[in-house]
C-alpha cells in the first residue's frame, strides 16, 4: 500500500480508501469488520462514512470496528445532507446550527473523541462560505476535528474557501472528494486544476462508475437491471446510463478489456490502477457490495500500467474541451497549432 499526504497537511493516508456505505446498511457487523480488517492487512488506513449512511448505522459500526484501534486508522466522515425523516429549517446544509448538532452526534457515533477528516458533503447555497469555515475551525481549536475537506465542490468553491481561511486565520480545506472515474473526466477541466492550486487533495468516488467499469455491461445492452445503482440514478445525474452509455465509453471499455487480459486482471483493476498512477487523483475510495467484490478491488495494488497504456487509456476517454478550454488549446500553448495568437 503507498500513502500520500492529504493537501498541503502531515495527515498520511493510503491512496486506496474503504468506503463505509454497506457497513450497517446490507453488511451486518461481523462481515463489515471482516472487510476493515483485510483492508488494515492490506497496509489501508482510511476509512471513509457520512451521517447519512444507512441512517447513522455506517458510522456506528465504523465506531465499534475503530474500538481499541482509533490511533491505527484515519475516519473521515461527512455533513450536510438531511438525516431527519422529514425536511425541517436547519435540517440541511453547512449553517452553524446544521454543523453543531451534526458533528456532535456523529462523534457520538463513531464513538471517539474527534474526527481525522470531516468533509462538506455538499455545497450549501444559502449559507455563506465563510460561516461554514468559521464553524469548522471552531472545531478544529477545539480538537473534535483535525482536518477540513469538502466533498462534490466546485473548483472556484474550494478557492473561495481556502483564500478565505487564509485570509482570516482558520482552518483551510485539504481534500476534495469528487466523482471521477475513467468514463468522466470532466472534473479535469476546473475541478481539479483548482483544487491544484489550492494544494487540495482529490479523492475519487465512483472510481467504477458505479460499475458501468467492471465489465458486466456491453454494446447493445438495455441497462442495469432495477436492483443497480446505476438504473436508480436519473437522467441527468453523471452516473446515469443514459450518460454512461455512449460510445466512447464503449470503447475505452474495450481497451480496458485488452489491457485486463494482457496482465490477467480485471477490467476493475485497470480502472482503478489508472487513477492510482494519473497525477488527477490522489486517493481513490472503493466500493462494493460484498467481501469478494473489495478483495478484487485491492488486486489493482499489484498492478503497475506502462506508459504506453496509460496514454492509449487517456485517449480514448478524452473529453471535448469546454470553452475556454478549447480557446486556450488553440490560442494560449507553445505546442497549439496557433500560438502566438495567428488566426
Not at 4 to 18: D, F, P
Not at 181 to 199: G, W
Request: glycine share 10%; charged share 25%.
Amino acid at each position: 500500500m503507498k500513502y500520500c499526504n492529504l493537501g498541503h497537511s502531515g495527515l498520511e493516508v493510503s491512496r486506496l480508501a474503504l468506503g463505509a456505505i454497506p457497513f450497517g446498511t446490507w453488511l451486518d457487523e461481523k462481515e463489515s469488520r471482516n472487510m476493515a480488517d483485510m483492508f488494515f492487512e492490506a497496509g489501508g488506513n482510511f476509512l471513509d462514512t457520512s451521517n447519512i449512511y444507512g441512517g447513522g448505522n455506517s458510522e456506528r459500526t465504523v465506531g465499534k470496528i475503530i474500538e481499541g484501534r482509533r490511533d491505527r486508522f484515519v475516519v473521515g466522515t461527512k455533513g450536510a445532507w438531511l438525516v431527519e425523516d422529514t425536511m425541517r429549517a436547519n435540517a440541511f446544509g453547512l449553517s452553524r446550527t446544521y454543523l453543531t448538532t451534526n458533528i456532535e452526534a456523529s462523534l457520538r457515533r463513531l464513538g471517539t473523541d474527534y474526527i481525522d477528516l470531516y468533509q462538506c458533503h455538499v455545497q450549501d447555497p444559502y449559507t455563506p462560505i465563510e460561516e461554514t469555515m468559521r464553524v469548522l475551525d471552531d472545531f478544529v481549536r477545539a480538537g473534535k476535528i483535525r482536518y477540513v475537506g469538502v466533498s462534490n465542490w466546485g473548483g472556484w468553491q474550494v478557492v473561495k474557501a481556502n483564500m478565505g481561511a487564509r485570509q482570516f486565520g482558520l482552518t483551510a480545506v485539504v481534500s476534495n472528494q469528487i466523482w471521477y472515474n475513467l468514463v468522466d473526466r470532466v472534473a479535469e477541466f476546473a475541478i481539479i486544476p483548482a483544487c491544484r492550486d489550492q494544494k487540495v487533495s482529490i479523492i475519487a468516488w465512483g472510481a467504477l462508475a458505479q460499475g458501468f467499469l467492471t465489465g458486466r455491461y456491453r454494446r447493445g445492452d438495455e441497462g442495469p437491471g432495477p436492483a443497480s445503482r446505476t438504473a436508480e440514478n436519473l437522467d441527468d445525474e453523471s452516473s446515469s446510463w443514459k450518460n454512461l452509455a455512449v460510445e466512447r465509453n464503449w470503447n475505452t471499455l474495450d481497451v480496458l478489456e485488452r489491457i485486463a487480459e494482457r496482465h490477467g486482471k480485471t477490467i476493475s483493476n485497470v480502472a482503478i490502477a489508472w487513477l492510482l498512477q494519473s497525477i488527477t487523483c490522489d486517493v481513490v475510495l472503493l466500493g462494493a457490495r460484498n467481501h469478494a467484490q473489495y478483495a478484487d478491488n485491492m488486486a489493482a495494488l499489484d498492478l503497475r500500467l506502462s506508459e504506453e497504456e496509460m496514454q492509449e487509456l487517456k485517449k480514448v476517454s478524452e473529453l471535448p474541451a469546454p470553452y475556454p478550454m478549447n480557446f486556450w488549446n488553440l490560442f494560449c500553448y507553445r505546442d497549439s497549432a496557433y500560438y502566438g495568437g495567428q488566426r
